[in-house]
RNA sequence: GCGGACGUAGCUCAGUUGGCAGAGCACAAGGUUGUGGCCCUUGGGGUCGUGGGUUCAAGCCCCAUCGUUCGCCCCA
């Protein structure tokens, strides 16, 4: 019988891993309720449609990486691949909307993509996603990338690059992208990998984001999307990066910036790592002012970010396990009830620790409270159980003390 | 979906031209009848990922398969 094994691409945290992940998610909430968010929880599994719909049905997430499965009336539902999705039909299903009014939410949780796995890379992996619906201003955008920064600052990661750009708006877009179009178009066959001779006339806005470096080359003089966006757009981007710069928040201009998923427009920004492998990008997000009109809702605008928690947790140190305070030896099995009781005492007063279950030598269960940590150890045994005793012992100095046993807690309190 | 590397004890890994499966760490007991960490001794532990093939003989060679991992692609 072959032995029952994890799902390839899923992943088992224990203590010290699960710790980061706890930290990150702690910190995040604090520091973006000082920015008047709210949690959000939404479900995992949605109709697919709504993906579909929502990330662009060209994509590569929803074209090959969804985990879809009919269910029992033979639906189509599926592990959401991103949140933003989620999100907004929350939003739009709650009816909170009001015209004028802005909407603040973050959420955590995980998402599922059908991709092989690797470093930074998993199939369900873990997001804090932040949404804002409901304010056109570029001062929203400025300050949703302040937060971001806000947040990993709060999480002690300092050696990442914030790279930002905008991919114009639907007024200035389609001309820049005819023009783009254009320029590739004029490009010798030769001089581009097979993948960016298809995006050239399909997507052309990605064929400046390959990283083959022939085509970096064949596109290095490309017409540039700062230099065509309409006055409203670089207006916008201004403001950003006036805002940015007057954060002291640092940030390097990447024309070439793209993203992936359908519904981004105006803004755009990724923060990236250079520690963590191939797969850099620990943040990405933008503004997406077209998607809650998508998707069936009222025409309110929306920025917002997602942050990949397995790349923030390759950045962070282990954090160290918590301690217990006490561990409770038995050396002779009649001490084994008066064991429990005492732990339950001590609990209750506030202490953490470990009590044994099964008797042992001294020797034995001395190395136990050992290994766990534990600062001091209280020893059951025969002679303490005739007397109603307990050894109080020091882990660190081995210095030890017998007190009555319902002494205990405050030889342990100093 | 494509490519490379790797699967041997709980963990990290040796294993020669194919010839009786090993070390370190960890664990357990003892050295010390009730005193941990350091040290010493002893011990328990393995279908060598799985299934085929070649061979007198396979951990080693061949094929397949599963898993892990790094990269491509894509993305957080």
């Keep these: 019988m072959a032995k029952i094994q994890k799902i390839k691409g899923f992943a088992d945290l224990f203590a010290d891993e699960a710790g980061k992940y706890t930290f990150l998610e702690n910190t995040a909430r604090a520091v973006f309720s000082r920015y008047g968010y709210g949690e959000l929880r939404t479900p995992v599994v949605e109709f697919t449609e709504l993906f579909a719909k929502g990330i662009g049905q060209d994509t590569d997430v929803v074209g090959k990486e969804m985990y879809t499965f009919p269910d029992r ?8 691949p991103e949140a933003t999705a989620g999100v907004v039909r929350a939003f739009i299903e709650s009816g909170a909307y009001q015209p004028g009014g802005v909407y603040r939410y973050f959420t955590f949780g995980p998402m599922f993509r059908y991709e092989r796995p690797q470093k930074g890379r998993m199939r369900q992996f873990h997001q804090i996603n932040v949404e804002c619906f409901g304010s056109p201003s570029a001062f929203t ?9 806000d947040f990993l600052t709060a999480v002690e990661l300092e050696r990442l690059s914030f ?3 905008t991919l114009g708006c639907p007024d200035c877009r389609p001309a820049y992208r005819a023009t783009l179009a254009e320029f590739l178009g004029k490009i010798p066959d030769e001089a581009l990998c097979e993948d960016c001779r298809r995006r050239r006339a399909a997507n052309p806005l990605r064929v400046l984001d390959c990283k083959v470096p022939g085509c970096r080359e064949a596109s290095a003089a490309a017409p540039s999307i700062q230099d065509k966006a309409c006055g409203r757009c670089r207006a916008n981007f201004d403001i950003v990066r006036a805002a940015l710069s ?13 993203r992936g998923l359908d519904y981004y427009q105006g803004t755009t920004f990724e923060v990236v790592s250079g520690d963590i492998g191939s797969q850099s990008s620990v943040a ?14 009222p025409d309110a605008p929306g920025v917002g970010f997602a942050c990949g928690m397995e790349r923030l947790a390759l950045l ?3 954090r160290p396990a918590e301690k217990p305070d006490f561990h409770i030896a038995v050396l002779d099995p009649a ?4 064991a429990l009781s005492l732990a339950q005492q001590l609990r209750a007063a506030g202490f953490s ?3 044994d279950h099964e008797a042992g030598s001294m020797k034995s269960r001395l190395r136990a409270a050992d290994r766990s940590g534990a600062r001091q150890c209280l020893i059951i045994g025969g002679d303490e159980l005739a007397t109603g005793t307990v050894v109080v012992k020091s882990l660190a100095t081995g210095e030890q003390t017998t007190v009555p046993m319902e002494r205990a807690a405050s030889a342990l309190g100093k």
Excluded: F, H, Q
């Design 141 to 149: 955008d400025a300050e949703v990338l302040l937060m971001l920064a």
């Design 353 to 355: 620790g470990l009590c």
């Design 284 to 297: 990405g997000g933008g503004r997406y002012d077209g998607l809650i009109r998508t998707l069936g809702g």
């Design 73 to 80: 009336k033979g639906r189509s539902l599926t592990l959401r």
């Design 163 to 165: 790279e930002i750009n």
């Design 335 to 338: 001490g084994l009830a008066a």
């Design 316 to 318: 962070l140190a282990g």
């Design 246 to 258: 007057g954060a002291g928040l640092a940030y390097v201009l990447n024309p070439r910036l793209v």
